[in-house]
């Protein structure tokens, strides 16, 4: 098993050797050692202004590196298949509900208040594109996202039954505040795969956000699910804390495509 390489003291300036030999104590220290708010009051109590600002910047940089690792680790864990971002992005062919729009998904407002999106339109025509930026925009807020498409996310649950550790599997996705289905319809779903799918849908509802990607209107869900009576809950719990987005307009991939030039 890997491990990481031990952190070393840079070389910023000429040392005098006890000074050098004190910070790698230090340094073997910090393995160990947790803050104590108390001892730290104590020391700040003691401390002269230019030791105090010596601490807040090593604070600053502890807190940024702490940061930068968090964002890291959501971005690895929702397993985004490409890296899109929303700068760029061509918003000219989304019909938004009214009264709400752009400024509330850049914001992720939705995703406060454990509210759902149905990106609903042809294909090729942007819907993931817009769900993997979202999604990378909530890694960057320190909000955890899972992303799967619907075949892939079945199939993981599946073999999770399989292997007696559904309940497992099940809890790890409910850590997400936010959680994509990309390709809603796409690939039939049989009915096992439709009930399991469908306790996803059912433990998100009211606690987490939902994004769906599907070129399926909600009238045809009863053929995605297989189960007319799963469908229209499916439906009835999206709707009601819920927005749809329609997109129109061509594919960008046929409309790129070099067999057409």
Known sequence: MSTRPE???PETRRRRADTIATSQRIM???KQLT?????????LAEATPAQLDFIERWFQAELE????????????????PSDKELDGYDWTNLDMPADWGRSQLEGLEFV???????LYGPVGTGKSHLAIALGRAACR?????????ASSLVMRLRRAKADNRLDRELAAIAKARLIIIDELGYIPIDEEGSRLLFQ???????????????NIEFSGWARVFGDPNMAAAVVDRTVHHGRLIRFKGESYRSRNALMTK
């Open 7 to 9: 952190p070393q003291i």
């Open 28 to 30: 073997a220290m910090s």
């Open 35 to 43: 803050l104590t708010r108390s001892v730290l009051a104590n020391t």
């Open 65 to 80: 590196s702490r940061d930068r690792a968090k964002r890291a680790r959501l971005m690895k864990t929702a397993g985004f």
């Open 112 to 118: 406060g208040k454990a509210e759902d999106l149905v």
């Open 141 to 149: 807020a320190g909000i955890p996202v899972r992303f799967f498409t």
């Open 200 to 214: 996803v849908i059912s433990d998100s509802y009211e606690t987490r956000s939902v994004v769906y990607t599907t």
